[in-house]
């Protein structure tokens, strides 16, 4: 995120001033140095990205949802129906999913997007984005250039999503990761040199999102 834009993004989507003038004065005057193997490099400023906290995450949301809005995703008509809703979008942190009836409406939809986020200083990574089809579908070329991957699955929110809409992949995918973290965990719960409170802690500490298979990270569109 440019923190420029950021400024401009905040005041068209409402936020109030004095809120405003508050993060601006906490992202005032920052300086970075980075370590190298020929020693730290001249300190620089920093003009983009978030600072790691709590307010990091509501600030990229309202970047993309500024982008989205300016795409006109809320009154495009392609997307999928679902409870009498329209839904072409979904997104969680950095990780953007399209959905569309047409391969046309798909590519309609990721056109609009790429060039929003281009004119807010973000890049659409094409390494990272994927299509997934529920039918036939040729390779794709953006800009005339750079060929989009097409997959049969991906992982979003931690859950593998496949074109056949089989779940009995993703059920054993977690079993799998259940068992992973229990023999890692073995050792531990089975010595009799550790106290029980202590082997409770260790596991309750141990079975949370490294056991459920999160941490994935990049760009999808799904017909």
């Not at 939809?109 to 040729?138: D, F, R, Y």
Request: some cysteine.
């Amino acid at each position: 995120m440019d923190h420029s834009k950021l400024w401009k993004i905040l005041k068209e989507m409402g936020i109030p001033d004095h809120l405003t003038c508050l993060l601006r004065n906490l992202y005032a005057g920052q300086e970075a140095t980075v370590r190298t193997g020929h020693g730290p490099t001249d300190w620089f400023q920093i003009g983009k990205g978030a600072r790691q906290g709590s307010l990091s995450p509501c600030l990229f949301n309202l970047y993309a949802e500024y982008i989205m809005r300016n795409a006109g995703l809320e009154e495009a008509q392609a997307g999928i129906k679902t409870a009498g809703r329209n839904i072409n979008n979904l997104r969680y942190a950095d990780d953007t999913t399209l959905m569309a009836k047409s391969e046309e409406e798909l590519k309609s939809l990721l056109m609009k997007v790429k060039e929003e986020s281009e004119k807010v200083g973000l890049e659409l990574n094409i390494q990272k984005t994927k299509i997934m089809a529920s039918g036939p579908i040729t390779s794709w070329e953006i800009d005339g250039e750079t060929t989009v991957e097409t997959v049969a699955d991906f992982i979003l929110g931690g859950s593998k999503i496949t074109a056949d809409g089989d779940c009995s992949h993703e059920i054993k995918r977690r079993l799998l990761l259940g068992r992973k973290v229990m023999t890692n965990l073995n050792s531990i719960l089975k010595s009799r040199d550790i106290a029980l409170p202590t082997k409770q802690r260790h596991y309750f500490a141990n079975k949370g999102p490294s056991g459920q298979g999160y941490g994935f990270s990049s760009g999808h569109v799904w017909i």
